[in-house]
């Protein structure tokens, strides 16, 4: 299994490390596609992602956003270029999308990072999104998904006991990807045995 697990005390912190990584990611790849599907865990995390960008610029002029989650205002005001800003109908064949409207010989059309959260029910993003891994949000190189809360600490339970994939089972699909990271805060991760709870904290500052 090449998931891994990341815990922190609050909800924003787990935010603000989240932003931090895709921060990184946009800095380190000028050329990245990176779809957001974040759901009910936006509102921490743009504000987060918000001020990283403002504290550490970073060169926009070539990276595609797809957005599921109508944050277009956010993403414009951290100075992504307005026509490689997407907004994404959720029903959409994301990997057809990119292939038509963001493949330069840059970046080839291959999504770079997916940045969504996994819902109660046990689905990636949104309900209506398409998350498999020939042409869903699974085709992305890395897999980042933000999840916090005790309503969703049964579902990290089941994620983390689950052995199966390619099932009914959404989230259970991300262990068969080779790079994915959960990024919990204290109370979603009361779904995890004690231990486990123990060895993946983490304190970032």
């Known amino acids: 299994m090449a998931m891994n697990f990341k815990i922190f005390e609050t909800e924003g912190i787990a935010s603000q490390y989240a932003a931090d990584i895709v ?18 865990e936006h509102n921490h995390f743009y504000r987060e992602l918000h001020e990283e960008m403002a504290i550490n610029p ?35 064949n994301i990997d057809e999308e990119i292939k038509e409207t963001a493949k330069t010989k840059e970046n080839k059309g291959k999504l770079t990072m997916f940045v969504g959260t996994i819902n109660a029910d046990g689905t990636v993003g949104y309900r209506e999104v398409n998350a498999d891994s020939d042409k869903g949000l699974l085709t992305a190189r890395e897999i980042i998904l933000l999840v916090t809360g005790a309503d969703k600490a049964n579902v990290v339970s089941q994620l983390y006991s689950t052995s199966e994939t390619n099932t ?21 991760a009361q779904g ?13 500052s």
């Open 58 to 92: 970073v060169d926009a002029s070539q990276i595609h956003v797809f957005d599921y989650d109508n944050a277009g205002a956010e993403f414009l005001n951290m100075g992504i270029v307005k026509d490689q800003l997407h907004s994404v109908k959720k029903t959409v």
């Open 23 to 40: 921060r990184k990611q946009f800095n380190n790849n000028p050329t990245s596609i990176v779809v957001f599907a974040l759901n009910d």
């Open 192 to 204: 995890l045995p004690a231990d486990v709870r123990e060895y993946y904290y983490s304190v970032f």
């Open 168 to 188: 009914n089972f959404e989230a259970g699909n991300l262990k068969s990807h080779r790079m994915s990271t959960v990024i919990l805060d204290w109370e979603a």
